[in-house]
């Protein structure tokens, strides 16, 4: 084996022009596929990260009415609901690819915040003491919410950047009063999202999922939240997933649970129930669009591999005419067919898989050039690179069938006679 490999790589080195131009069509073919692989994956990643977030596990669960998202901003508090409670919040842990759970009520549209005559129009949240943990937050100036601040129903506040700039510009927010709902709270602190995550927007729906991103939002604690609007409602939950793929099926467990735990009967048959927003899903039926049009693309390239087969198999059709004589004089000393099958087709894998190498190296080039002068996303796939050197060396033991097997059946006598 390794002899006929040495003598395949002595071959391909005593002719280098012939062997180059011979490798071209599987070098170009490989290159082509390479990059529209990795421009495919790189592109799946960035709708990946336009919807979900880059590094974020996190899904949200709401309280739906039929096909409607219920929004307490304009609905009154349902009846059969029950509040979520601690107990709860243990067993939705336990369910398979929940991380941490956090649970909040929102109105995503405030029109009662002020500081003097300065109006803030973004969400306001009642969040709970796991909220800024499992949402990625961390206190950028002053503090977080205390268990005093629970405990005692402290009317304190916390801004988010946005929500920070709107209502005091450049000024420091932290001690001063904003008015909510006319109830003075007190700003204790401003919050940043650890994720360096920005939304895409380019519809409607895109503004609803997001609205509250582009808009900041003031959190206050879950037990003030009757102080400002009146009564306990039932709560939203944000669910951290173990994993980013793993954000649908926790979003469906949790919301199948508290569908199942929560609403009274004679409520969900009057269309109340708990959903989770499938982004992964809407993610994933992106990426579909993509692929099928990169797809052809891959197929359009895979013409070029099969130029290149044929080029591999007429050079060594020649290469059989030329080493005839070599041949007759193996063969005449007692070579068997088979290891003259053996010796070709190691000679065409070996030139393939030289072009295939070389075609790797190129699209990986390519791929990172391509990305970075036309400033669109690339991701190199090991399994695509593993693949096309695989295939590269399949095309040479496919093509170089036919020259071989008309080698090993040359009559030494007659190869012998030729010059």
């Excluded at 800024?132 to 988010?160: C, M, P, W």
Aim: contains cysteine; aromatic residues 8%.
């Amino acid at each position: 084996m390794f002899e006929s490999i040495s003598q395949a790589l002595q071959s391909v080195f005593a002719h280098k022009l012939r062997s180059f131009l011979t490798m071209l069509g599987i070098i170009i073919g490989i290159a082509s596929i390479i990059t529209i692989i990795s421009s495919i994956k790189g592109t799946n990643e960035q709708i990946k990260e336009n919807l979900i977030g880059a590094g974020n596990n996190v899904v949200t669960v709401q309280l739906y009415q039929n096909e409607m998202q219920y929004d307490m901003m304009y609905n009154q508090n349902p009846a059969g609901v029950s509040v979520i409670g601690e107990d709860t919040r243990e067993e939705l842990c336990k369910l398979d690819g929940v991380q941490e759970v956090s649970f909040y009520r929102s109105r995503e549209y405030a029109e009662s915040v002020y500081y003097l005559n300065t109006a803030f129009n973004g969400g306001v949240y009642g969040i709970d003491e796991s909220y800024f943990a499992v949402n990625d937050y961390s206190i950028r100036q002053g503090r977080n919410f205390t268990q005093h601040d629970f405990e005692n129903v402290r009317k304190v506040a916390i801004l988010d950047e946005t929500a920070a700039k709107t209502l005091f510009g450049s000024d420091d927010p932290v001690g001063k009063t904003i008015e909510i709902a006319k109830e003075p709270f007190t700003v204790v602190g401003i919050a940043v999202r650890g994720s360096a995550f920005q939304p895409v927007i380019n519809s409607v729906e895109d503004y609803m999922m997001y609205a509250e991103t582009g808009q900041g939002v003031v959190f206050l604690p879950e037990s003030v939240w009757p102080i400002v609007y009146r009564f306990d409602e039932p709560q939203n939950v944000a669910v951290r997933a173990t994993s980013t793929d793993d954000i649908t099926a926790a979003g469906k467990s949790v919301a199948d649970y508290l569908t199942a735990n929560q609403i009274a009967e004679e409520t969900a048959k009057n269309g109340f129930s708990y959903r989770n927003d499938d982004l992964l899903k809407r993610a994933e039926q992106l990426q579909e669009m993509s692929e099928s049009t990169n797809n052809q693309l891959i197929w359009i390239a895979g013409i070029s591999l099969l130029v290149g087969g044929i080029g591999v198999m007429n050079i060594m059709l020649v290469s059989v005419t030329e080493r005839t004589h070599e041949i007759g004089l193996k063969k005449a000393i007692g070579a068997k067919r088979r290891r003259i099958l053996s010796q070709f087709l190691t000679e065409a894998a070996v030139l393939t898989g030289i072009g295939g190498l070389l075609g790797v190296l190129g699209g990986i080039g390519m791929s990172k050039l391509i990305s970075h002068f036309m400033d669109t996303p690339s991701a190199i796939s090991i399994p695509a690179i593993l693949a096309a050197a695989v295939f590269s060396i399949l095309i040479g033991l496919i093509f170089g069938i036919v020259p071989a097997v008309k080698a090993s059946k040359l009559n030494p006598i007659e190869a012998l006679r030729r010059e």
